[in-house]
């Protein structure tokens, strides 16, 4: 198991037993090079952690556990998490602030401690076999070398996989497996049950200081404390950067801080359509970065097996592409890299929000039982123009006029809506699914909603699905791949915390997100770079599949493990691929799922 994932932590490994208990840890070395092996015990030995992250308030802890009686042997902030839980237990990881993944025994107590993180940056598998033991892991690939655990795929993760492209928490693509979702713990005392709770919650709760002059100098106060305290460490340190307005402020500040040039790495594409690198240079250059590009082919398709063996699970957002190259060139550089993951969840950047603002304010207007016949039918008629101008495809637009708000927000976000994802699936397993749809992940966190706004709410939910299901996966698998630490000031969980409370209007204001972001960041990043149109991370799949990766479509409908595998209908599979090598229609997105899937049905669950 521990071997398996060797690649997370390359500088060294180290194990713990004892009765009824084993616990494996791979280092990756960032603080305290010398004296920060795990797992790591407390002064007797009673209580033994293997932990994943950082814990980036450690010296502050260190001080009041000092003065609590507690020793320290290392300067490693590991050896925080063991007092910690001496002297608080369970609500330890309330004074935590970091992004984390551990497993803790205490042999006293005799009780198993796991816990991740708030916002769901370092990942938590765990799996309980038969016999009744309890297995826990970084990543799945670890789980797969216990052969009692079963490979038996989960039916609703399917579903979920093909409406998000990605298996939310706390399903795995195994019904065996689970992930401990983002700010919770597992605890399992011997004797006793085991207790699955959550500790913290993103709050959006009143709004602070909305007459406060100094809204704008607060923010970036805030952005700069979450920065800093991401800067500790004793190896070679630097960013990502894209150019966009997250990754350049992130950027924008680190050099206010650091003494020597920030080290950045961006990525260039030769197709203009994909390529912001000059906007990354221009940030580069104006903050005087040792900055480092490298060129990716858009035809950088040959990743795709390795992708599958990286992810584990089926994950269907192709800009791990870039993302897997970015990484590879700041680990030639660096060890550590800070990111601007965060920002579009945490101020409301994605188009999808304004469209859903939009939407809603429709939907206030008209009564449900005007709108679903009137714009259901509309919708069903108009013609679906994916090759029209934007302005022209108002057909999705008028289906989300005709449902109620979730199951518009729902739709926006599928990657196949959900009469094409019965059509996808076999008739056996659409009576094995029976009537689950994947919708309600949605509404199980809009239950728990703190506001009811209609923006509020979807970044509540994104908070909750797509940013640790899809943003944060592909960035720690990607950069974990080449042994690299990411870390994420966005998404420090104070400053989190502190911007959900602000009114909706000061992240969208009329058509711009992450309006008061951008009014903060105005006095250091000019405005071209604040204020232009979002790029992404694309990649140009749709164009891939009509050429160079026409093949690999072929071999799905006729040779793949999808076709053998009995859960498709491989006829309504050959129509996409028809329709779209024709260039009737981009299909894109759902072929690039369908290939993920057969990769993981092919290297991960068969071997």
Same mark, same amino acid.
């Given at each position: 198991m521990n071997a398996s994932i060797a690649h997370r932590g390359p500088d060294g490994e180290g194990f713990h037993f004892a009765p009824?208990?084993?616990?494996?840890?791979?280092?990756?070395?960032?603080?305290?090079?010398?004296?920060?092996?795990?797992?790591?015990?407390?002064e007797d030995g009673s209580v033994v952690v293997s932990f994943n992250g950082e814990i980036y308030n450690?010296?502050?802890?260190?001080?009041?556990?000092?003065?609590?009686?507690?020793?320290?042997?290392?300067?490693?902030?590991?050896?925080?998490i063991v007092h910690a839980w001496e002297e608080w237990g369970e609500r330890c990881v309330e004074h935590f602030n970091g992004m984390f993944a551990f497993a803790l025994w205490d042999a006293r107590q005799k009780t198993l401690f796991a816990a991740r993180d708030r916002l769901g940056e370092k990942p938590l598998y765990y799996a309980q076999t038969p016999e009744g033991w309890l297995y826990l892991a970084s990543e799945l690939k670890a789980l797969l070398q216990v052969s009692s655990i079963d490979r038996a795929l989960d039916?609703?993760?399917?579903?979920?996989?093909?409406?998000?492209?990605?298996?939310? +928490?706390?399903?795995?693509? #195994?019904? =065996? *497996?689970?992930?401990? $979702?983002? @700010?919770?713990?597992?605890? &399992?005392?011997?004797?006793?049950?085991?207790?699955?709770?959550?500790?913290?919650?993103?709050?959006?709760?009143?709004?602070?200081?909305?007459?406060?002059?100094?809204?704008?100098?607060?923010?970036l106060r805030r952005l700069q404390a979450a920065i800093e305290c991401r800067l500790i460490s004793d190896v070679p340190?630097?960013?990502?950067?894209?150019?966009?307005?997250?990754?350049?402020?992130?950027?924008a500040l680190m050099a206010g801080i650091s003494k020597e040039p920030v080290k950045t790495c961006s990525i260039s594409f030769g197709d203009p359509q994909f390529n912001e690198s000059q906007y990354a240079a221009r940030?580069?250059?104006?903050?005087?970065?040792?900055?480092?590009?490298?060129?990716?082919?858009?035809?950088?398709? +040959?990743?795709?097996?390795? #992708?599958? =063996? *990286?992810?584990?699970? $089926?994950? @269907?957002?192709?800009?791990? &592409?870039p993302t897997y190259r970015v990484c590879e060139l700041a680990r030639r550089h660096v060890t550590v890299a800070l990111s601007g993951d965060?920002?579009?969840?945490?101020?409301?950047g994605y188009r999808r929000y304004r469209w859903h603002v939009y939407e809603e304010k429709v939907r206030s207007a008209l009564p449900y039982w005007f709108r679903r016949p009137v714009f259901g039918t509309l919708g069903r008629l108009y013609p679906k123009l994916a090759w029209a101008p934007r302005y022209l495809r108002a057909k999705s637009t008028l289906q989300s006029l005709g449902r109620d708000s979730l199951a518009g927000y729902f739709d926006s976000v599928s990657i196949l809506g959900a009469e094409f994802r019965k059509r996808l699936f076999s008739r056996d397993f659409q009576a094995t699914l029976g009537p689950y749809s994947a919708i309600e992940v949605l509404r199980s966190h809009a239950d728990s909603a703190p506001r009811r706004d209609p923006l509020s709410l979807v970044q509540y939910i994104d908070l909750k699905t797509y940013l640790?299901?899809?943003?944060?996966?592909?960035?720690?698998?990607?950069?974990?791949?080449?042994?690299?630490?990411?870390?994420?000031?966005?998404?420090?969980?104070?400053?989190?915390?502190?911007?959900?409370?602000?009114?909706?209007?000061?992240?969208?204001?009329?058509?711009?997100?992450?309006y008061m972001l951008k009014k903060a960041l105005e006095r250091i990043l000019p405005n071209d770079i604040l204020y232009r149109e979002k790029m992404g991370f694309a990649v140009p799949i749709a164009s891939w599949f009509r050429g160079a990766l026409a093949d690999r479509l072929e071999y799905l409908v006729s040779d793949s493990s999808l076709r053998q595998s009995d859960l498709f209908d491989i006829g309504f599979i050959s129509q996409f691929v028809r329709q779209h090598q024709a260039g009737r229609w981009d299909h894109s997105a759902t072929l690039w799922a369908l290939l993920m899937f057969d990769g993981v049905l092919r290297k991960v669950i068969a071997r």
């Open positions: 009824g208990v084993g616990l494996g840890h791979r280092r990756l070395a960032i603080i305290d090079l010398a004296g920060g092996r795990q797992p790591l015990y407390n450690f010296p502050d802890l260190e001080k009041v556990l000092a003065q609590r009686g507690h020793t320290f042997r290392t300067r490693c902030d590991t050896e925080v039916e609703q993760a399917i579903e979920e996989y093909f409406a998000f492209g990605y298996v939310p +928490d706390p399903r795995s693509i #195994l019904k =065996s *497996v689970r992930k401990l $979702p983002p @700010a919770h713990y597992l605890t &399992i005392a011997r004797g006793s049950a085991p207790r699955l709770r959550r500790y913290w919650d993103v709050s959006f709760g009143d709004p602070e200081n909305l007459h406060n002059t100094n809204l704008e100098s607060n923010l340190l630097g960013a990502f950067l894209s150019g966009g307005v997250d990754s350049s402020a992130v950027v940030v580069a250059a104006r903050f005087g970065t040792e900055h480092h590009v490298e060129q990716v082919d858009t035809d950088d398709f +040959d990743l795709l097996d390795t #992708l599958v =063996s *990286v992810y584990d699970e $089926p994950f @269907a957002d192709s800009s791990a &592409i965060g920002g579009d969840e945490v101020f409301a640790p299901g899809d943003i944060l996966v592909k960035v720690d698998r990607a950069s974990m791949a080449h042994s690299l630490e990411v870390r994420v000031p966005l998404l420090d969980h104070t400053f989190v915390d502190w911007a959900s409370r602000l009114q909706p209007g000061l992240k969208l204001h009329d058509r711009e997100g992450k």
